[in-house]
């Protein structure tokens, strides 16, 4: 059973920087694409960026371009996402996901594990 529990949310003026992580346990990781995505109020849930566990290959949404940077530690079966010039649009609930088929995939469906998500809210 994969668990993924994501921490390190929480309020942070415009201009400021956060990093999100989230625990993985549960199963070998090591074909998996893990990424994030957000959901803000009224909104859709939005890919933000993703990685491949194997290689570290990398990708991201037009909007996280430049300021996200995601990134996994093996060793510690976590991923990360480095926020830097948060915006208040932002704001969201982010989520972690996991995909076993390791494609990188900006799909939603394509991840059949989701973690609880912890709230990012940027003031202005």
Same mark, same amino acid.
């Given at each position: 059973?994969?668990?993924?529990?994501?921490?390190?949310?929480?309020?942070? +003026? /415009?201009? #400021?920087?956060? !990093?999100?992580?989230? =625990? @993985?346990?549960?199963?070998?990781?090591?074909?998996?694409?893990? &990424?994030?995505?957000? +959901? /803000?109020? #009224?909104?859709? !849930?939005?890919?933000? =960026? @993703?990685?491949?566990?194997?290689?570290?290959?990398?990708?991201? &949404?037009?909007?996280?371009?430049?300021?996200?940077?995601?990134?996994?530690?093996?060793?510690?079966?976590?991923?990360?996402?480095?926020?830097?010039?948060?915006?208040?649009?932002?704001?969201?609930?982010?989520?972690?996901?996991?995909?076993?088929?390791?494609?990188?995939?900006?799909?939603?469906?394509?991840?059949?594990?989701?973690?609880?998500?912890?709230?990012?809210?940027?003031?202005?």
């Amino acid at each position: 059973q994969v668990q993924l529990v994501e921490s390190g949310g929480r309020l942070v +003026q /415009a201009g #400021g920087s956060l !990093r999100l992580s989230c =625990a @993985a346990s549960g199963r070998a990781f090591s074909t998996y694409t893990m &990424a994030w995505f957000r +959901q /803000a109020p #009224g909104e859709e !849930r939005e890919f933000v =960026a @993703a990685v491949s566990w194997r290689d570290g290959r990398t990708n991201y &949404a037009d909007s996280a371009l430049g300021r996200f940077t995601i990134s996994r530690d093996k060793m510690k079966n976590t991923v990360f996402l480095q926020m830097n010039s948060l915006k208040p649009e932002d704001t969201a609930v982010y989520y972690c996901a996991a995909d076993q088929f390791g494609a990188l995939s900006l799909e939603q469906r394509s991840y059949a594990y989701w973690g609880q998500g912890t709230q990012v809210t940027v003031s202005s």
